[in-house]
């Protein structure tokens, strides 16, 4: 009998990291499975989307909301439609997640920086304009006086 692997994120994260690219990875009987690719074509929908739920799930708890819904649209065919969860694919959004984490924190960490010094610097007060998505490069990002 083959040896349960409970659905975890973590889980998850070292079965895409150990199976080759075309491995699905579903959930079945509360327990990860692989399947190759003939038999990802037999299995249930509902194996397919407890996989997406539980790679969504981490992530967001993981990464945060932002990075989560910033990669909803890439985990949505396994969750809403119950298409296969590929290693391959699983990988990819994790290296996203975690590259946009990284990302947003050193946003952060310049804007703090940035603001603490405009604040020093000038007597008027400022509010930055931030973007919606992580991946704006900097000069989007707008400084604008608040006005009496």
């Given at each position: 009998?083959?040896?349960?692997?409970?659905p975890?994120?973590?889980?998850?994260?070292?079965?895409?990291?150990?199976?080759?690219?075309?491995?699905?990875i579903?959930?079945?009987?509360?327990?990860?499975?692989?399947?190759?690719?003939?038999?990802?074509?037999?299995?249930r929908?509902?194996?397919?989307?407890?996989?997406?739920?539980?790679?969504?799930?981490?992530?967001?708890?993981?990464?945060?909301?932002?990075?989560?819904?910033?990669?909803?649209?890439?985990?949505?065919?396994?969750?809403?439609?119950?298409?296969p969860?590929?290693?391959?694919?699983?990988?990819?959004?994790?290296?996203?997640?975690?590259?946009?984490?990284?990302?947003?924190?050193?946003?952060?960490?310049?804007?703090?920086?940035?603001?603490?010094?405009?604040?020093?610097d000038?007597?008027?007060?400022?509010?930055?304009?931030?973007?919606?998505?992580p991946?704006?490069p900097?000069?989007?990002?707008?400084?604008?006086?608040?006005?009496?």
């Amino acid at each position: 009998m083959p040896q349960r692997i409970a659905p975890t994120f973590r889980n998850l994260s070292q079965l895409a990291n150990n199976l080759g690219d075309d491995t699905s990875i579903i959930v079945k009987n509360n327990s990860f499975e692989t399947r190759g690719k003939i038999g990802a074509l037999f299995t249930r929908k509902a194996g397919n989307r407890a996989a997406g739920e539980v790679l969504y799930a981490g992530i967001r708890r993981t990464y945060g909301d932002t990075v989560a819904d910033a990669l909803a649209p890439q985990i949505r065919a396994s969750r809403e439609k119950g298409k296969p969860l590929t290693a391959r694919v699983a990988r990819d959004i994790l290296a996203t997640a975690a590259d946009m984490s990284r990302g947003i924190g050193q946003i952060n960490t310049d804007m703090a920086r940035h603001l603490s010094s405009v604040i020093t610097d000038r007597a008027t007060p400022a509010i930055w304009i931030l973007p919606l998505t992580p991946s704006v490069p900097r000069r989007a990002l707008t400084l604008l006086p608040i006005r009496h």
